[in-house]
T-cell receptor, first 114, second 115 residues
């Protein structure tokens, strides 16, 4: 089964609104990462948050991590039509040779209407 | 700087045929991965290689074999393709190491159809 589960599965908003996506996971992690995938393309890394961090910002992105609840959220502020894509959380459980081995959630499809 | 390069981009196979998906990275990364992506399933790890000369099974390894040819190249082989292997395949690499927190870089994917 997938380590990361995302919610909602699909999100439709208007340009300028904020978009929030949530991710839950099952086991302890070394870090949690968010990726973006445009239709028909490869995944692109957005942001990484370590297990000892609670919040991180990158431009219009804000990620939070609650290790006690095994959950994370990605907030995209002031969304643009170009933000339309699928967003995936991925967990790195770490440990031995497993460092860097990412387990992905099923993704949230974000549609931003102009 | 090409990053992660996969070939081919598209492929149609008949059931029972074999093929090898090629992947190369030019970032001097230790770790390389093969994922498959199916609708509604996200990405699932097939095999990974933590360093040159080592490979390990991921979540869905059945029906696949891999070769870490050198530090740059990691190939995925389907010995006898089945319709259930119709999917989009992604290769990725990362600078993995003890205590490191690094991102993965992905190729553009190979869209494989088995008929």
């Amino acid at each position: 089964s997938q380590q990361g589960e995302e919610d909602p599965q699909a999100l439709s908003i208007q340009e300028g609104e904020n978009a929030t996506m949530n991710c839950s996971y099952k086991t302890s992690i070394n870090n949690l990462q968010w990726y973006r995938q445009n239709s028909g393309r490869g995944l692109v890394h957005l942001i990484l948050i370590r297990s000892n961090e609670r919040e991180k910002h990158s431009g219009r992105l804000r990620v939070t991590l609650d290790t006690s609840k095994k959950s994370s959220s990605l907030l995209i502020t002031a969304s643009r039509a170009a933000d339309t894509a699928s967003y995936f959380c991925a967990t790195d459980a770490g440990g031995g040779t497993s460092y860097g081995k990412l387990t992905f959630g099923q993704g949230t499809i974000l549609t931003v209407h102009p | 700087n090409a990053g992660v390069t996969q070939t081919p981009k598209f492929q149609v196979l008949k059931t029972g045929q074999s093929m090898t998906l090629q992947c190369a990275q030019d970032m001097n990364h230790n770790s390389m991965y093969w994922y498959r992506q199916d609708p509604g399933m996200g990405l699932r790890l097939i095999y990974y290689s933590a360093s040159e000369g080592t490979t390990d099974k991921g979540e869905v390894p059945n029906g696949y074999n891999v070769s870490r040819l050198n530090k740059r190249e990691f190939s995925l082989r389907l010995e006898s393709a089945a319709p259930s292997q119709t999917s989009v395949y992604f290769c990725a690499s990362s600078a993995q190491g003890w205590g490191m927190n690094t991102e993965a870089f992905f190729g553009q994917g190979t869209r494989l159809t088995v008929v």
